[in-house]
C-alpha cells in the first residue's frame, strides 16, 4: 500500500504562484513514477504533469506547459509541483499518483490512471 499525502492548494489571484507537495508516508517514493492530475467537478479526471523515479525525466500535458514544473526532494521524500502563472481554468482539485507499474505518459490519457491517490488539494484562481 502507498500512502500520499498532498499539500500546498489555496487561493490565488490569476497570474499568481503556488507550490503544491506529496509526499510518501511508509514508502520511497525514488522508486517511483509519480503523477499529478487534476478534476473539476463534473469534469473528467485530468492529467498534468509526471516525474520518472528511474531518471528524473519530466512530462507535462500541454495545458500547463511552461508554467508547471515538477521536481523531486529525495531527503524530503516529496515530489513537487511548481505552478506559475496561474489561470482560472486551473482551479480543480490535484491529486498525485503513482503504483509500480504506471508510468509518465500515462498523464496524456485517462486509461490507465495510478492505482494510489493522496486525498487531494483544492486550487483555486480567482480574482
Known amino acids: 500500500q502507498v500512502q500520499l499525502v498532498e499539500s500546498g492548494g489555496g487561493l490565488v489571484q490569476p497570474g499568481g504562484s503556488l507550490r503544491l507537495s506529496c509526499q510518501g508516508s511508509?514508502?520511497?517514493?525514488?522508486?517511483?513514477?509519480i503523477g499529478w492530475y487534476r478534476q473539476v467537478p463534473g469534469k473528467q479526471r485530468e492529467g498534468v504533469s509526471g516525474i520518472s523515479g528511474a531518471d528524473g525525466s519530466v512530462n507535462y500535458t500541454e495545458p500547463v506547459k511552461g508554467r508547471f514544473n515538477i521536481s523531486r526532494d529525495s531527503a524530503k521524500n516529496t515530489v513537487y509541483l511548481q505552478m506559475n502563472n496561474l489561470k482560472p481554468e486551473d482551479k480543480a482539485a490535484y491529486y498525485c499518483g503513482t503504483d509500480l507499474y504506471w508510468v509518465c505518459e500515462h498523464i496524456n490519457h485517462d486509461r490507465r490512471p495510478p492505482r494510489y491517490w493522496g486525498q487531494g488539494t483544492q486550487v483555486t484562481v480567482s480574482s
Open positions: 511508509d514508502v520511497n517514493l525514488d522508486n517511483y513514477n
